[in-house]
């Protein structure tokens, strides 16, 4: 609960230890918990769904490498849930002693803040000035006695000198609402000089912007709305701190997340979520993802990887940027969806590293053992029917089994009905259900997660499909299944590993 | 058959790991030249795979994308 340490005049490379949390796609949580662990050192590290918090000594540049979350906060504030009161007056007081500060406590954040983001924001002149007039503002706070009113805006427009200038400006237009009260000091006598009217340089670079994002759900949710919660914090922190609302393009945005497990602040680091990648051009599977998949896939230095339906290739790209001293190879039988790959290993620079051909996965040009990794997100949905998911499965996986070597991995990004087909073709090498129930503990290694269902079996796709149950893959032994959430459905990364050759078991 | 000056002898010489010259030149073909437009042949059946931007093309049949 305490505010983050006071920076020094260290260098960015030796970074300050802070908390921090990094949203995450359902189902990416021990991913992200094993990467913030293995790329920044982290320590107290906890997952909850869809969030990892963690304390890091890190500068902006490795933080901007995690590669498996989605959006990295500053963490302010992080407490149990808050006490739910059908009152709703009260429940906001409650939001907003959890919210709000002193001013110098903000300063110190955004010192902070700032060095995180790589001065992103504005320049430190601002803070400066900000500094000063905080500190009068602060010690006029006691005398004024102004009521908070409902604003249709929560734009309010008093600059900071306006404030520094009179004390009684506050205390006259008790009744009226932050935009009114402009409207009065600037009428006044005492100071329309010095007003926006003749310095509006100054002006602008004094008044701090800002924006609240609040997202509740749970109890709180059933009380309040988010926006109720969002406005009364911005008008808080208004008054607080004299900063100015800005919901197009804050200085600063202020995050708020309200649930049943926790009540959590925090300030974004990065305006672009780190699933944007500035490598890769056009988009197709979720990079973050795709990065988890090729995480599972054991790349050492050297190893041959194989793409055989590749699509825009960026289970490829994810792979080779992370994991550049191997050779990537990237197949499809579509012409656009190749152009569309070779356009994004151009943009990458990895034209050195990824090779493109225009095949089949049904009858792959490649020597038998010759790679030591497939990764494949098998495409579902509404193109392919489930009917020819089904029949066409069986010649994908020998055609993987077959190029891969003894001890290669193949992980498969598959829907539920296609999970429960390879399930049905690979049992019978001999070991269990793919799932390892997980530790109970938030630690847990990726390899221990549970999936998302819970189900310890799968051969639930009826029976009868007796060219599924002749087709075995006995040398293909599963390693792991873990339930992922692609936004609008759901999937399952399927790891599995070669234990012999085919026919020698 | 590269239709590029590489003067590549047709089989690789005695001891040609301590060729340097032959060496700089195989790794320029295999690893610096780069093929956008032409094609592969298979040893054993000549069949002719085309090569297209880079690409080449393995389909034996009409496949549906």
Not at chain 1, 161 to 186: D, L
């Amino acid at each position: 609960k305490a505010p983050p340490h006071r920076p020094g005049l260290a260098k960015m490379s030796s970074a300050e230890p802070g908390r921090f949390f990094c949203t995450a796609g359902r189902g990416l949580e021990p991913f992200l918990a094993r990467e913030v662990r293995a790329r920044l050192g982290a320590t107290e590290v906890d997952c909850v769904s869809g969030k990892v918090f963690f304390r890091a000594a890190a500068g902006p540049g490795e933080l901007r490498k995690l590669r498996s979350g989605e959006r990295l906060f500053l963490l302010l504030k992080k407490h149990s849930p808050l006490p739910v009161s059908g009152n709703k007056g009260k429940m906001l007081h409650e939001i907003k002693s959890l919210v709000i500060e002193e001013p110098k406590y903000w300063l110190d954040i955004i010192s902070v803040w700032r060095k995180l983001c790589g001065h992103e924001g504005k320049t430190d002149d601002v803070s400066q000035e900000n500094t000063l007039a905080l500190k009068r503002k602060s010690e006029e706070e006691t005398s004024t006695a102004s009521k908070r009113q409902k604003t249709e805006q929560v734009r309010a427009i008093m600059s900071e000198e306006c404030q520094v200038e009179a004390e009684e400006m506050c205390v006259a237009p008790e009744r009226m609402s932050g935009q009114e009260c402009w409207i009065e000091s600037k009428t006044s006598s005492e100071f329309p000089s010095k007003g926006s009217g003749e310095n509006p340089t100054v002006n602008e670079k004094l008044s701090f912007s800002f924006r609240v994002s609040c997202r509740c759900s749970g109890a709180i949710a059933k009380i309040l709305t988010s926006q109720e919660i969002g406005r009364a914090i911005g008008i808080a922190l208004v008054k607080q701190c004299g900063w100015r609302a800005d919901l197009r393009d804050p200085d600063i945005e202020i995050f708020v997340h309200l649930n049943d497990i926790h009540s959590v602040v925090g300030i974004p680091i990065f305006r672009l979520p780190l699933a944007n990648r500035e490598y890769i051009k056009t988009a197709g599977l979720r990079s973050t993802v795709a990065w988890a998949m090729a995480s599972l896939a054991e790349i050492s230095a050297g190893a041959l990887v194989l793409d055989p339906m590749c699509g825009l290739g960026t289970i490829l790209l994810e792979a080779a940027k992370e994991w550049p001293e191997a050779c990537y190879w990237g197949a499809d039988i579509s012409d656009s969806q190749l152009e569309g790959a070779d356009g994004n290993i151009r943009t990458a620079g990895l034209t050195d590293k990824i090779e493109l051909l225009k095949a089949s996965v049904k009858a792959l040009p490649l020597p038998s053992e010759s790679f030591d990794s497939v990764i494949s997100d098998i495409p579902f949905g509404k193109k392919f029917k489930i009917t020819n998911d089904a029949q066409l499965l069986p010649d994908i996986l020998q055609e993987m089994e077959r190029v891969l070597r003894v001890g290669g991995t193949i992980v498969l990004l598959l829907s539920q009905d296609l999970r429960k087909c390879v399930d049905g073709l690979t049992k019978c090498a001999g070991s269990d259900s793919p799932e390892a129930t997980a530790d109970g503990d938030s630690k847990a290694d990726p390899a221990k997660a549970r999936s998302v269902d819970g189900s310890s079996s799968c051969l639930a796709h009826g029976g009868g499909e007796s060219f599924l149950r002749s087709r075995h893959f006995g040398s293909l032994v599963p390693d792991g299944v873990y339930a992922v959430s692609l936004g609008k459905t759901d999937a399952f990364i399927y790891k599995c590993r070669k234990v012999s050759a085919a026919g020698n078991w | 058959k590269l239709g590029h000056p590489s003067e590549l002898p047709p089989e690789p010489v005695p001891n040609y790991e301590g060729d340097e010259e032959f060496l700089r030149r195989l790794h320029h073909v295999l690893l610096e030249v780069e093929v956008l437009e032409g094609a592969l042949q298979c040893p054993d059946s000549g069949r002719r795979f085309p090569i297209s931007r880079g690409v080449p093309n393995m389909l034996l049949s009409e496949e549906e994308p």
